[in-house]
């Protein structure tokens, strides 16, 4: 059961250039969508999220791009940094309008980012 | 910055025996959820509690596991009786509203069930 989905299991870059994650849903129920750092030895720390009535949310260095038509969505990073080098996982949810809220997470990309 | 903790870091079990896996949430938070990651796959959910109650679970959160928030700071997760696939890193998390608020995650705890 993938309805979260992340292709690239790993990903290298020069530092100063931009990063580009990718991540694919099936479910057309999710309505938020996180994107997580991850560390080892440390959880998941958030990074940036995005409703699913916009298509771009930035922050920073770090916007995401949602495509709702193709269920679809893109973290860039610009300027990446060698401190960027993490596991980087997609995540979607949706609510049930009551109290429930629970993530569904890809399987991640590691982004190296090399000086 | 407030954050979530977690302990033990590490906790090595035999099978069949009881584990308690302890979190303190962010203190003004209301939803708390555990996730778990074996080794090499991606991070999964098992339950979320609020309002001093269950309001999902997934189909790995079975009769061997029970959660509970025994006062106003501590959020347990228990496993009655270990299985060697229960080895896996199990992330305590909490948000401070429900729907589409951020979740925020602990440190973790690794378990290693023998």
């Known amino acids: 059961d993938q309805q979260v989905k992340q292709n690239s299991p790993s990903l290298s870059v020069q530092e100063g250039r931009i990063s580009i994650l990718n991540c694919d849903y099936t479910?057309?129920?999710?309505?938020?969508f996180l994107w997580y750092k991850k560390y080892p030895a440390e959880g998941p720390t958030f990074l940036i999220s995005i409703s699913s009535i916009k298509d771009k949310n930035e922050d920073g260095r770090f916007t995401v791009f949602l495509n709702k038509s193709a269920k679809h969505l893109s973290l860039h990073i610009v300027p990446s940094q060698p401190g960027d080098s993490a596991v980087y996982f997609c995540a979607a949810g949706f609510g049930d309008g009551g109290s429930n809220y629970k993530l569904t997470f890809g399987k991640g990309t590691l982004l190296t980012v090399n000086p | 910055e407030p954050e979530v903790t977690q302990t033990p870091s590490h906790q090595v079990t035999q099978m069949g025996q009881e584990v308690i896996l302890r979190c303190v949430p962010i203190s003004n938070h209301l939803y708390f959820y555990w996730y778990r990651q074996i080794l090499g796959q991606k991070v999964e959910f098992l339950v979320s509690?609020?309002?001093?109650?269950?309001?999902?679970k997934s189909e790995i959160f079975d009769d061997q596991f029970s959660v509970e928030r025994p006062d106003g700071s501590n959020f347990t997760l228990k496993i009655r009786s270990t299985k060697l696939e229960d080895s896996a890193m199990y992330f305590c998390?909490?948000?401070?509203?429900?729907?589409?608020?951020?979740?925020?995650f602990g440190p973790g705890t690794r378990l290693t069930v023998t």
């Open positions: 479910n057309s129920m999710f309505d938020y």
């Open positions: 509690f609020y309002n001093n109650e269950i309001s999902e």
């Open positions: 998390a909490s948000s401070e509203g429900g729907y589409s608020d951020e979740q925020y």
